[in-house]
């Protein structure tokens, strides 16, 4: 029965903070097979057809119909060349429900430099997002909000000339308000989990946290702790999988997906 209410619980949890926002694109870049997204050579390099050119092996998801100067890049979209911008645009996009707040959240990484990546919303001021991995490592998400949304809309990301080149992936424009308060440690750079992805068998968490609790997709509690600003907790004994962490932060509610590799 305990276990019943604990899955109960998160369930619920989960609805309720799906229910105050709605997801109105989801992009991965599952299509773009061809090349790499980790080396300017060889099988880690990405294609070098520009896939908005007539006859192109890959060719644009519906998401993104139209663009310039975008390459496929092992399951990443790389924008821009060595002396060309490239952008992407999406479709035609309703940004005005849920009171026209929206949320833009994706993965990106540049070439061999850190740089800024642009983020263009119909008759918004654009919004330069700066990054700091590169193309040998893992992205970083970067999460940029937008308010007045509005029908007929489209959203579109274009690397500038002082850095012509990035890697994007695991783009979701929502809108809505969360209720939880992740988006709200990032911008005052104190990350709530640092690495998302988990390679090495710890958590390195990025603020002081109460009440830590772990949930597998099936909404069981795995592991419970509390932990300290850049304290890395193990977690080895978790088969891979995705994850949802749960915690205390400040007295806010905050939660973060994680996938242990």
Do not use: C, H
């Amino acid at each position: 029965m305990k276990k019943f209410f604990t899955v109960l619980s998160f369930v619920s949890f989960t609805a309720a903070f799906q229910a105050q926002q709605t997801v109105v694109l989801s992009e991965n870049f599952s299509t773009f097979t061809a090349g790499g997204n980790t080396s300017n050579s060889g099988v880690g390099a990405p294609d070098v057809t520009d896939i908005y050119t007539t006859g192109a092996s890959i060719t644009p998801t519906a998401n993104f119909p139209q663009g310039t100067k975008v390459y496929s890049a092992g399951g990443m979209a790389k924008l821009g060349t060595g002396s060309v911008i490239g952008s992407m645009t999406s479709k035609t996009l309703d940004l005005s429900s849920n009171g026209g707040n929206v949320t833009i959240t994706f993965d990106v990484k540049g070439w061999s430099n850190a740089g800024t990546i642009l983020v263009k919303v119909t008759g918004k001021a654009d919004q330069t997002v700066s990054y700091s991995a590169v193309m040998a490592g893992m992205p970083e998400t970067k999460t940029v909000t937008f308010t007045g949304g509005t029908a007929g809309s489209t959203v579109t990301f274009e690397t500038p000339a002082s850095s012509l080149r990035a890697f994007i992936d695991n783009i979701e424009i929502k809108t809505g308000n969360a209720v939880l308060a992740v988006n709200d440690a990032q911008k005052t750079k104190s990350i709530f989990v640092k690495n998302t992805l988990v390679k090495n068998g710890e958590i390195l968490f990025g603020q002081t946290a109460d009440k830590v609790k772990i949930f597998n997709m099936n909404g069981q509690i795995v592991k419970t702790f509390s932990v300290k600003e850049n304290q890395n907790i193990n977690v080895s004994d978790l088969p891979k999988g995705n994850y949802i962490v749960n915690a205390t932060v400040n007295n806010t509610l905050v939660s973060q997906k994680i996938m242990k590799d």
